[in-house]
């Protein structure tokens, strides 16, 4: 790859970061599930009728679901995780992948590493690196699956 193709690939992700809870919930995939009526209704009931009766996990339709159910839901699985915007939460998940973390490098978390990613996502949201890297991310898995 090029890196005019990487600029390119790295801009498509923030701008698809940045307008997908707005696509999604256009064409009806909402945090509440796929709104009556919609595109995203449509989108179902051919991909139900194509399989039988149900939208088959890892279908479009369910990733986009899913994705419509995230994307809203980030900051809030973050903080029942542990990782919140004052510290990690003892006892949690969090506090048990700081610990290993910690075993692992010899007693301290390492700054760069998953545990001090999520910790600073926790406390401050994602940066516009971090959802450039994440729709980058997401680009690469998608057109892996497409081909």
């Not at 970061?17 to 009931?45: C, D, H, N, R, Y």
């Amino acid at each position: 790859m090029g890196l005019i193709t990487l600029i390119l690939a790295g801009t498509g992700g923030a701008a698809f970061i940045a307008a997908a809870p707005f696509v999604l919930g256009a064409v009806g995939f909402t945090a509440g599930g796929i709104v009556a009526g919609s595109v995203a209704a449509k989108m179902m009931g051919a991909a139900a009728a194509a399989s039988g009766g149900g939208v088959a996990a890892g279908s479009m339709v369910a990733v986009l679901q899913s994705a419509a159910a995230f994307i809203p839901a980030a900051p809030f699985v973050l903080g029942a995780a542990g990782f919140t915007a004052g510290e990690i939460v003892a006892g949690s998940v969090a506090a048990k992948m700081m610990g290993a973390a910690a075993a692992a490098s010899g007693g301290g978390v390492a700054a760069g590493s998953m545990v001090a990613v999520l910790q600073s996502a926790g406390a401050a949201g994602l940066s516009a690196a971090a959802n450039t890297i994440v729709g980058v991310g997401g680009a690469l898995v998608g057109a892996a699956i497409a081909l």
